[in-house]
């Protein structure tokens, strides 16, 4: 899906979103993430009541939800019915009502949503005994204000939760009221200190929200007129320096870093002014302040600050760039280092493991190395594939497993769940759709998985059989995990121009999940996710009489536009999958501009793991890993996904070999 702007989403959570348009209001109802589209529905008689319903609940409409619900006494998904029924009057419904809905559909995906919408409640009024009760039963338990005010709940008990309040106070983006009050609550207990909210306004700041970070200030007597300056006029705020209080300084290191956003140069200078009055862990807090903003830019002075911060406190996504900008420079030490200063769960994660193993790797630790690359070898994800090259395993397909009994289809058929999700995607709710069907795959064995796999793909519910299959273990089907749906016109589309068919099948797998109807909330549509102009283009270019966007989600039409463009950007960009699917993502511009600042070749996986947009980053490796599994599938000799990466090399951005491509 090409673009025109930075506002991206991400294909898995898009699909989650394919509902209709629902207030603002209504947030604890509709998908936690990702971005609201309308959808287009065409539904008659107690289906299109149902529709209403959903809708009215959601305006809160109370009056128009009662009489709509009264008329689906025998509708085939009754507890959604109830549900959107008592939605609305949640807060001044008798607690009785709330019960018995939970204990009538207990074990339910939608129990577990009305449960998360209560315990927001209970959070708000302060009903620690409810709320106590009911918390250890929310399954998901996904919801960051719920666990804020799980912990003020002990808070107020006298318990000591600081520790466990800094491991999640950590993505100011979900904060909410709950967690804001939490962080108030723990500074008022003593459990918290100003360099606490000291960082949390720091990264609360960085990630955007500027409420939360205005609330926690104020706890510390730091007025909005103090605040804004900083955030809003840093030049200002710099040029006055970093003498006198510790706010001052707090103040002066917040506008480093907005200023450095735009004019790294000056924040540089004003911060070598201020160095004297600051003491060691200022310093290093300040050169993280550049250093963020400079690695975001792809800039060769970020490894510089980043060798400067280590006694800072980062956020997560500064823990991050450390490592990133110590692979853009080729400094293996400070690689394995910046790992070694994360968070022990940060270490955890597939991406970090595989850096220090590599890492090791350079400083002939071989057997640290390995035991690493092991722990993630088995796993089909980009670095999982990328680990089993290190240890010298070739990727093949696992032999496939015995079909489905007709027994075990049969109790995928029977599971109510299951039922729900096909309804609801007969209405295009994708979301409850997607909801009801993962709710399910929580507690199935592997053998019932395979069998849910098949029973999507006799439903051509394509999306949910590779959700299902990814959850495997033991039961691995290739052909469910990584399907090739409209094999013949995919065949026909790519043979003539020599476009290699696994990446385009890896490419769609990633862009739509094989959704036919997927629209993102910008516009582009179909398997490929072509945005109109895009399509428009491509149609010119290849003589394609009598194109209108009316057929742009025509499985032919939009295979065809979508592999000529493809293949256009490939060509463009000097053969280079890895910087072509990025092209394909983000535009063909910007790959060019951050492949323009490096100062000499990277492979291809550092490259991948420094795209400074985050969707396109994780696009890059995802459509890559699929495209080498779809390789293994097509051809027996074994695939690297090494060599696929290639080498990235700088090259003048200023070149004009992009034509005129969208």
Known sequence: MIRKSCKFWIGELLLSALVILVPSTAMSAVPKRGVVTRTVVTATGADADFIALREASLRGDTGDAGRLAARLTEYPIQSYVDYYRLYPRLASAPEGEIRSFLGRYDGTAIADRLRNDWLLMLGRARDWRVFDEQYPLFVLNDDAQVKCYALSSRVAKGEYVAKAARELLVLPKNYGEACVDLISRLYQNKQFNETDLWHQVRIAVEYGNVGAARRIAYQMDVSERQLMPAIDKPAMTVDRGAAGSRATKELFLIALGRLAKDHRDRAERALHKALFRLSHEEQAQAWAQLALPASLALSKDAVGFWRKSWDATLSQEAYHWRVRAALRDGDWSMVGRAIDSMPAEMQKEATWVYWRARAHQVANHAEQANKLLLSIATQYHFYGLLAAEELGQKLAVPPRPQPPTAEEMAEAAANPGFRHSLKFF???????????????????????????????????????????????????????????????????????????????????????????????????????????????YVARKIGMAGFSLSGLNDTRTNITLGTQYLNMVLGSLGGSQTLATAAYNAGPSRPRLWRSTLDKPVEGAIFAETIPFSETRGYVKNVLANTTCYAALFDSKAPSLKSRLGVVSPRDALLSELGDLP
């Open 426 to 536: 007969e209405m295009e709710l994708r979301f409850e759709g997607n909801r009801e069907w993962n709710w399910q795959l929580r507690k199935l064995s592997e053998r019932q998985l395979l069998a849910a796999g098949e029973f999507a793909r006799q439903n051509d519910v394509l999306d949910r059989m590779v959700t299902t299959a990814d959850r495997a273990k033991s039961e691995l089907d290739f052909g469910q995990r990584f399907p090739t749906p409209h094999d013949d016109i995919m065949t026909a589309a790519v043979q003539p121009i020599g476009l290699d068919k696994a990446w385009v099948y890896g490419l769609m797998r990633q862009e739509s999940r094989f959704v036919k109807a997927a629209r993102s909330n910008v516009g582009a549509s179909g398997l490929m996710q072509i945005m109109p102009a895009t399509a428009h």
